[in-house]
């Protein structure tokens, strides 16, 4: 059977659906297309600055702007940079975006497990009558220090009981972050599907900052979920795979 489902590269497109819906808006950090003025911006407003490829997937190219008291320090993969004033950061991220359209996006502060960072990946199905459901909640941990926390930046995955207990939430806050996610995935399913027909699946990279905030970084529209199968539980994974086999994806 062939993959059915919609997809849209587009992170500036996708955001944008979202900041339409006032329901929706709330959760969706600061972004904007980068350019000179709304760079100037974010860094007035915001301690951390992501600066990503509109187009990118696997948490590569993503670039991390701290600000400093004596300037400004970016974080590309391993590589440290630091730049005196904000002319000087905007001509390096610059040459980046000669090649491609990237976005800058308000850095949130990650709730840790264990001290390591996490985010969460909710991930929501279409059945085939056509309702959207939120079929897995899971964790990714990343390494402190790291950019990104996907898999393929060194990452790990984890569950999310199990990665929430490691957290300083309570047991009714952590009851209560499940419900607002699932909610949320279901919310946004049916936000994408009055732009563009033909989505079966969507995968919503969620932050929870210090006090248990939820914050959409971005949403996938072919989001991976393999890296469950290396789980010794594979349940998870099963569950997903039977709802994904009903447009065509197996893996």
Partial sequence: MKYKSS???SKWLKTKWL???????????TTMQFNRANLQAM??????????PTGGSGGFNIIRITTESKGYKTKLGAVKSYFSNSDQLYH?????SKKRSYLLQKGIHLATTHGDPFDIRVMVQKTNEGKWVSTALFTKIGKPGKVATNYN?????GFFHPTM???KYSTASIQRIEAQLKHLGVSVGKNFDRHINGFRELGLDVALDSRGNAWILEVNTR????????????????????YARQYGRTK
């Fill in 223 to 242: 989001p991976q979920f393999y890296p469950l199968k290396k789980m010794r539980d594979q349940k998870l994974y099963r569950k997903i795979v039977s």
């Fill in 7 to 9: 997809s849209i590269k």
């Fill in 92 to 96: 390096y991220l610059n040459r980046f």
């Fill in 43 to 52: 860094l007035s407003k915001n301690s951390t600055t992501y600066f990503k």
């Fill in 153 to 157: 930046q060194g990452g790990k995955v």
């Fill in 165 to 167: 207990s490691g957290t």
């Fill in 19 to 29: 900041l339409k819906q006032p329901d929706l808006r709330k959760y969706v950090p």
